[in-house]
Each structure stands twice: as structure tokens, then as C-alpha cells.
């Protein structure tokens, strides 16, 4: 199950956990919720209306009648979805819509479901409120290989919003080009269905295979951002240079009601990620890294340094200090005046313990949440592991500081296990763009080459 979410009023897309806070609260945490939109091979449908006339054949296209109410606004915006016209409903974006997406990036709201679910052919539940002066439509359409459930708010035929969770119904393949092939199937654990993509080389050779692990917060399979996915780039990057790679949606995405007060690390990592290692250990695969994120960079070493049957990782953008400290710091860049009570918030979580435990919130998790997390050494799990490791970090990144990267130099600059470089020009979540402008992660951009270059590097050095 995948989010999409356009909508105008200021939401969160931190790189934060439901119920906690994580690298990515403030900085990168901009306006809008995170949005996964997939690309892939579009499914085209019929674009001409055919004319009356017999002797025209598909003769003069009929003339087209506009909406005129907000319901046949919604059937109007189902029936372009379906031909394949999106182009054709940008001039019924408001004007805040309007001024958040160009035409093309709103289009690419509904050209990337298609492309991956391939023709619409259904739609059903169809039901409408209306509050505020805004009516909202919601829908679920079957499309050949997903399921999506659909959200469209409108104000004055207008369209203010947009949502949609898709559910992938079986498994399927898409021809990416280039010898690169993406498996799209559901990954059951624990009870759960997850969303997973296995991108591969298409040649019957063994490759080695990468496991991207997203940061926190409730993030989709290509750990999207605004309209940005970078799992979904780094994937298809990984493979142009022979490696595989699997990305699965975490469970905290697909079921946030299951994350309740007592969860902790494990219901929102581990249990899951150790699916996903299995998974790959089944494929013929010529070795297993982990690529880690944030937060997914810390879960990276403690995986690594529990399971023998990883070879290498790369933690990307990550820190080895305390979240809760991390978070304090960015409390207080945006809040000085407060800086003593986000110190004691700190102090309270690192404190946090089994025995005592009673559900306190700290920086929006539970004490039961941090009891959990405190468990973790990721300084300990990276010299444990004993493997090669790449620690890449950028001076750029305002989710994270320079005491961050010190600490990595300070334990790590004199082991030949583990090589550390820094960039200058590479947000938290990769992309050259400036996220003080809360706009950036709603233009589509390609993500660095020099980036995809250092990971593949590494892997096959």
C-alpha cells in the first residue's frame, strides 16, 4: 500500500517514524505528505471520440461537454485517467495546486499509476462529503495489476487535492530498457502485505544484490518525497551498472494502526528487513549489501552485524549519535528559545527503559519506542560487523551537522574496513535541490549520477 498525497495545507514529510523523530523532522520536512508515484510503461487507451456519421468512419470527434457540478467533475477527471489524457485536467487545478506542480509533474500523478498498474478498468465505492465548502470524492479503481484507493478534493470545479493508496494484487513485470527488468509482487510477513520491487539484471547472470533500507517515518517502497523517489532512481542507477537491488514499503506506511504505543524497532525494521534479506538469499545473487538511509543506515549495522551473510554497506546520509539528540538539535536550530526543554526531552528518551516504561511521548515517540531504539550501538554494530563499509555524508544535508560526520571520522577514519566521503551539494535525500524552498520536492530532477556511481563502485570493487 503506497500514498500519494497533494494536497495544499501544510502536512509532515519528515524522515520521522509514526511515533517518533527521526533524522529528517526539520530541514527536509517541508510542506505536503510524502507522495510514492512509480514510474514504468504506460498502458494507452483510446484518445479519439468517435463521430456519428457512418460514412466517416471514426469520423469528426464529437464535441466535448464540460463538467458543470463537482460530481461530473470527478467522473471527468476518472474518464481522462483513462484515456490516458491527463494533460487535459491541469487547467482544473486551483490556483494553489497550480502554483505547487507544473503541468507535467501533474500529470505524472496519473500517468505513473498506469504505468505500473497498466489499464483502469474499474471503478467502484464511489461516495462524497462535503465540509468547509470542499467536497471530496473517494473511489476504488481496479487496475489490471493494482488496486488504488482514490481521494479528490474539490472547491468551485476545481481540483484542491489529490490521494490515492495503491495495493499491487499479484505479481508482474516491467521492461525497464537497458537489460534492466523491475518484479513488482507482495512480500507477506508477520501477516502483513507489503508492496516490494525487485529491480534485476535481465541476463541469467549472477549479480550482486543491494537491500535499501528507507529512513523513518511511514515511507513507500521508492522513499518518496514530494514527487521525488529516490529508492525508485537508485534502484534503476544499480542496475544500468550490474547490480540488483530489492525496496520494500515499511510496515509503519502500509499499517500505521498496528504501530501502537509499545512498538519499537523491531515492528518497524527488523522483522521485515530480515524478510526482505531472505528474499534476496533465494535469488541468484553473487553477493548482499545493504544500502541504509537515515535511520536505515543505523539499522543497516545492527542487521550487519547479526546476520553473517552480509558482504558489504553503504550508510547513506545516516549519523551514528542518538536520534533524540539529533532531534534536539533541530528543535533548537528552528526554536533557541526553548533549547533546555528539547535538552531534557533528550535526556528523558536516552533514559528510556523496559522496566520503566509508561507512555511518555518524547519528541513524538514513546518512552516504549525509545526503550527500544536505546538498545542500539551503531558505533559497536559497524566495528562488529567486520565488513566493508561506505559512509557517505554531505555538509548540504540540513537534517543532519558537522558533529555528525566528526563522529564517523573520529572512530572510523583509520579503519580499512570502512571508507568515509563527504559531499558539498547533496540534500538528505540526495537531490541537488535547496529544501528551504518547500517547492523543491514537487519539481522532478534526476538524481546525482556521482552518487549512483560511489554506490556501484563500492559494490563491485
Known amino acids: 500500500m503506497s500514498a500519494v498525497l497533494l494536497a495544499v495545507s501544510a502536512c509532515n514529510t519528515s524522515d520521522a517514524p509514526s511515533g517518533s523523530v527521526m533524522p529528517g523532522l526539520t530541514g527536509e520536512a517541508l510542506t505536503g505528505t510524502p507522495t510514492e508515484i512509480p514510474t514504468g510503461t504506460p498502458t494507452k487507451a483510446p484518445t479519439e471520440v468517435p463521430g456519428k456519421n457512418p460514412t466517416e468512419g471514426a469520423g469528426t470527434p464529437v464535441a466535448e461537454t464540460k463538467p458543470a457540478t463537482n460530481e461530473e467533475l470527478f467522473e471527468y477527471v476518472i474518464s481522462k485517467w483513462k484515456q490516458d489524457k491527463a494533460?487535459?485536467?491541469?487547467?482544473?487545478?486551483?490556483?494553489?495546486?497550480a502554483a505547487l506542480l507544473r503541468k507535467e509533474d501533474f500529470v505524472y500523478l496519473f500517468d505513473s499509476v498506469s504505468d505500473i498498474g497498466g489499464a483502469l478498468n474499474k471503478v467502484t465505492d464511489k461516495k462524497s462529503g462535503t465540509a468547509n465548502g470542499i467536497?471530496?470524492?473517494?473511489?476504488?479503481?481496479?487496475f489490471e495489476h493494482l488496486t488504488a484507493d482514490l481521494a479528490i478534493a474539490f472547491s468551485n470545479l476545481?481540483?484542491?487535492?489529490?490521494?490515492?493508496n495503491v495495493y499491487f494484487k499479484d505479481t508482474f513485470e516491467i521492461d525497464r530498457g537497458s537489460g534492466r527488468m523491475e518484479r513488482y509482487f507482495v512480500l507477506e510477513n508477520d501477516g502483513h502485505k507489503l508492496n516490494a520491487v525487485y529491480t534485476y539484471r535481465n541476463d541469467d547472470q549472477p549479480h550482486p544484490a543491494v537491500l535499501l533500507i528507507a529512513g523513518s517515518g511511514p515511507g513507500d517502497y521508492n522513499e518518496t518525497v514530494g514527487l521525488l523517489t529516490p529508492f525508485e532512481e537508485i534502484a534503476l542507477g544499480l542496475a544500468e551498472n550490474g547490480i540488483n537491488s530489492l525496496r520494500v514499503d515499511k510496515r509503519t506506511f502500509n499499517y500505521a494502526s498496528d504501530f501502537g504505543i509499545t512498538s519499537g524497532v523491531e515492528q518497524e525494521y527488523g522483522s521485515d528487513c530480515n524478510a526482505a534479506i531472505e528474499f534476496l538469499k533465494k535469488e541468484d545473487i553473487s553477493g548482499l549489501y545493504l544500502l541504509g538511509h537515515s535511520l536505515g543506515g543505523q539499522i543497516a549495522a545492527e542487521l550487519a552485524a547479526s546476520n553473517s551473510d552480509i558482504d558489504g554497506m553503504i550508510l547513506f546520509n545516516s549519523s551514528a549519535r542518538h536520534l533524540a539528540d539529533i532531534a534536539c538539535d533541530q528543535y533548537t536550530v528552528i526554536d533557541?528559545?526553548?533549547?533546555?526543554?528539547?535538552?531534557?526531552?533528550?535526556g528523558a528518551a536516552k533514559a528510556a527503559a523496559d522496566d520503566t516504561a509508561q507512555g511518555a511521548y518524547y519528541y513524538n515517540a514513546s518512552d516504549y519506542y525509545w526503550a527500544s531504539y536505546n538498545q542500539l550501538d551503531t558505533i559497536k554494530s559497524v566495528k562488529d560487523a567486520e565488513i566493508r563499509t561506505l559512509i557517505i555524508n554531505s555538509r548540504f544535508d540540513n537534517q543532519i551537522f558537522d558533529a555528525d560526520i566528526e563522529l564517523w571520522e573520529s572512530h572510523f577514519s583509520d579503519n580499512e574496513n570502512v571508507a568515509i566521503r563527504v559531499f558539498d551539494d547533496i540534500s538528505h535525500f540526495g537531490y541537488k535541490i535547496d529544501t528551504t524552498d518547500s517547492l523543491s520536492v514537487y519539481r522532478r530532477v534526476e538524481f546525482p549520477e556521482e552518487l549512483i556511481r560511489a554506490f556501484s563502485d563500492f559494490v563491485t570493487e
Open 336 to 346: 533557541s528559545a526553548n533549547e533546555d526543554s528539547y535538552l531534557a526531552y533528550a
Open 135 to 142: 467536497t471530496t470524492y473517494t473511489a476504488k479503481l481496479e
Open 87 to 97: 494533460a487535459e485536467l491541469y487547467e482544473y487545478a486551483d490556483a494553489k495546486l
Open 158 to 164: 476545481k481540483i484542491s487535492s489529490f490521494n490515492r
